[in-house]
């Protein structure tokens, strides 16, 4: 099945500054790449996603980049605010029929004042 | 309010018993799926229904059975609660129609087995 590996587990940025997180993936058939950020005791909520046709997106201060080839995608958050700190997940949805989401384990980002 | 919702949302049980936890969207969609995120707040995906269909299984203990009425309800029930089933239990809906997948959480179940 998928294995999705997310780096780093922790990230602490200054206001402003910039933050990158990675992951990677195992089944080259998977298609659909979405990242979710779910803030302390909320639910986990879809800020952006990629399919595996398109190379990178973009959504204001978020863009999702996709390298099929290497099977890995990257979150770049810019000019980061105190309320961008959450946990972000990545996930990688199987090429087969039942639609699976396999999620990373998570990124606890801290953006210091 | 358009939304996934859940009912407890938290859920304070002692070793043995047996509980409930119930979703219900109203979104139209067809797709529902049940997740169980751990203390290390890990997302696993633990069943998925598509129109009261079961189409995702994981490995998962079989005192946790599924159930689906219909497509906009996915209920929970857990037999002979476990310590180790204490997390937090997220439903989620999503269409799988068209391009886009995304799945839209509930607020979450908070199970605690003592």
């Known amino acids: 099945g998928e294995n999705v590996e997310q780096h780093p587990s922790t990230l602490s940025v200054q206001e402003g500054d910039s933050a990158v997180i990675k992951c990677t993936y195992s089944d080259s058939a998977s298609n659909y790449f979405p990242w979710y950020k779910q803030e302390l005791g909320k639910r986990p909520q879809l800020i952006i996603d990629i399919r595996s046709n398109v190379g990178e997106k973009k959504d204001q201060r978020i863009a999702v980049t996709l390298n099929k080839t290497a099977k890995h995608f990257s979150l770049h958050i810019t000019e980061t605010q105190p309320e961008d700190s959450a946990v972000y997940f990545c996930a990688a949805m199987g090429g087969g029929s039942n639609y699976k989401l396999t999620f990373g384990k998570g990124t606890l980002l801290t953006v210091n004042p | 309010d358009t939304a996934v919702s859940q009912t407890p949302k938290y859920l304070v049980t002692q070793m043995g018993n047996d509980k409930s936890i119930k979703c219900e969207q109203n979104l139209g969609h067809d797709t529902m799926y049940w997740y169980k995120q751990d203390s290390k707040k890990f997302l696993k995906i633990m069943f998925s229904y598509n129109n009261k269909e079961l189409i995702i299984n994981e490995t998962v203990p079989n005192r946790f059975s599924p159930k689906s009425p219909d497509k906009a309800h996915l209920n929970l029930h857990i037999n002979s609660l476990e310590l180790g089933d204490s997390a937090v239990y997220f439903c989620?809906?999503?269409?799988?129609?068209?391009?886009?997948?995304?799945?839209?959480f509930g607020p979450g179940t908070r199970l605690t087995v003592l």
């Open positions: 989620a809906s999503s269409t799988l129609a068209g391009l886009y997948n995304e799945q839209f």
